[in-house]
């Protein structure tokens, strides 16, 4: 039996592939800051985009289990990659999609999924 760290590497390897077959660069996974985690951090014309992935026993489950701390610590953590990274700052678009699975295979990806915004305390 997995444990839940590698069933996360195995949902964030899959999200990859979905991601690159989709167009997407990928820039980096499971990018940590003070904040809190990134899964995924991918560029699609020319907008940075901070992946979610959320793996459960049904795609109804995944979606509820994200809560508005985590939304709050992802976008800080991605304001401040933003921030620290020069090849980010000069970008105009950002967003952060969330991609949600089951265990049958099932997934949905969810653009935008909730808002980024800017915060001057970073």
Do not use: P, W
Not at 26 to 53: C, F, Q, S, W
Not at 73 to 86: D, F, P, V
Request: glycine share 4%.
């Amino acid at each position: 039996m997995l444990s839940n760290y590698l069933k996360g590497i195995n949902a964030e390897s899959r999200v990859v592939k979905i991601l690159t077959d989709s167009g997407y660069y990928i820039l980096d996974r499971r990018l940590k800051t003070k904040y809190g985690e990134i899964d995924i951090l991918a560029l699609k014309n020319n907008t940075v985009v901070a992946i979610e992935v959320k793996q459960r026993k049904t795609l109804d489950i995944a979606r509820e289990c994200l809560t508005l701390r985590q939304m709050h610590r992802i976008s800080k953590a991605l304001q401040l990659i933003i921030y620290q990274r020069s090849t980010l700052n000069t970008l105009e678009n950002y967003r952060i999609d969330v991609v949600i699975l089951d265990r049958q295979g099932n997934y949905e990806y969810i653009v935008n999924a909730f808002s980024f915004e800017a915060d001057t305390d970073i």
